[in-house]
């Protein structure tokens, strides 16, 4: 197998390098017009047996002007660490249709990514194919160990960075070694119909992180993970989500927040029209022990279904107790939880633990329906909300009954 090689994308010189060349004798020089532009893989010496080691360059379709189309036809094909770097002459459109296969010696992904797409506008992926992280084989290197903070999380496998105006759709993702997809330093970004597969006990493998980055939609997708389904970490303003099947995974969450001292705010979070199965929590928000002093606002989790959720609505301000001394100073408010039903097999499935030093406020439930179907003790134990340094509005209906400080 020959070594991916990183080739850097400069749009004002045009290098004609194969958009999907095995090995680095595959390469041949591609055409670069004015007209519409179909730059076929499979015609720039890539080859679709699931074994020849194809490294995937951007440069021919970056420097095309006019409509640029990357057709990757159906097949399966092998690739370790891959750049679609910019700024591109035009907005390109990647259609995507055969099956991607990730290296499985984690030795190959010496920047700790997968697929790195970097400072497009106007970039749209699309074309019902498939990410194969081949994480089953990568897994048990796993060295983070059910720890809150980790370093050595493996490899993800869709890196968004300053990618703007763009989209993706009808896309799935298997098995991802480390997370799935993480969307950073993103502005107007939407992915919808995606379908995300791993195992419910696969590390770390988050389904679509996103940070640092403003007016993103994730909607209509199916998300099934060892970790969160979806995870809104800090500096993330405008993100709405609706339409996701969730589960197994650790439900949708904001968070966690206040780990590093430059977080910034999280701002203006709807989560609509979700259904969670057999997830470890539901609508979560989670925020560092001992974290910086960061604000949480403006958040709403509405219309959401819950089946055997174990903590279907959950405040963390405790999280990474075990690892960081002092009480989290992340301001949590205006926070709505709105029409939430369904089954829980936990007899607290409305907790809201605050902080001290910064207690929740405005945090308000309306119409909350949860039967609790589990069997959590021996002893009988009541089933009930559970509310610390917060003192909630409740709206209607409450089931459970609502906590009392």
Known sequence: MGIVKRFEVNALFFVGLALLSCGAKGARRGLVNNVATVFDVTKHGAIADAQTDCAMTW???????????????????????????????????????????????????????????????????????????????????????????CNNLLTPSLVFSNVSNSILQDITSVNSKGFHMKINYCHNFTAHNINIIAPGDSPNTDGIHISDSDLITIADSTIGTGDDCISVGEGSTNVAISGITCGPGHGISIGSLGLRQDDADVKGVTVTNCT?????????????????????????????????????????????????????????????????????????????????????????????????????????????????????TFVGKQNPSPCTL
Not at 59 to 79: D, F, H, Q, R
Not at 311 to 321: H, K, L, T, V
Not at 352 to 381: H, Q, W
Request: aromatic fraction near 8%; charge should be negative; hydrophobic fraction near 35%.
């Open 276 to 392: 969670l199965t057999n997830t470890t929590n539901g609508a979560r928000i989670k925020t560092w022990h001992g974290s910086t002093p960061i604000q949480a606002s403006g958040i709403v989790y509405d219309n959401i279904v819950m089946n055997n959720v174990r903590s279907p609505i959950f405040i963390d301000q405790n999280y990474g107790s075990k690892q960081k001394q002092g009480s989290s100073s992340v301001k949590i408010s205006d926070v709505h939880f709105k029409n939430i039903r369904g089954t829980t097999v936990t007899n607290e499935a409305v907790a809201l633990y605050c902080s001290a030093t910064a207690p929740c406020e405005g945090i308000e439930l309306v119409d909350i329906d949860l039967t609790f179907i589990g069997v959590t003790s021996k002893i009988a134990l009541p089933y009930s909300g559970a509310c610390q340094n917060v003192k909630p």
């Open 59 to 149: 440069n021919a379709a970056c420097a095309a002007t006019g409509s640029v189309t990357v057709l990757i036809p159906p097949g399966k094909y092998l690739t370790g660490e891959v750049y679609f770097q910019g700024p591109c002459t035009s907005s390109i459109t990647v259609e995507m249709q055969g099956t991607i296969l990730a290296q499985t010696d984690l030795s190959m992904f010496e920047d700790n990514q997968w697929f790195s797409i970097e400072n497009n506008d106007g970039l749209i992926i699309k074309g019902g194919g498939t990410f194969n992280g081949q994480g089953e084989k990568s897994w048990q290197h796993d060295a983070c160990g059910g720890k809150a903070s």
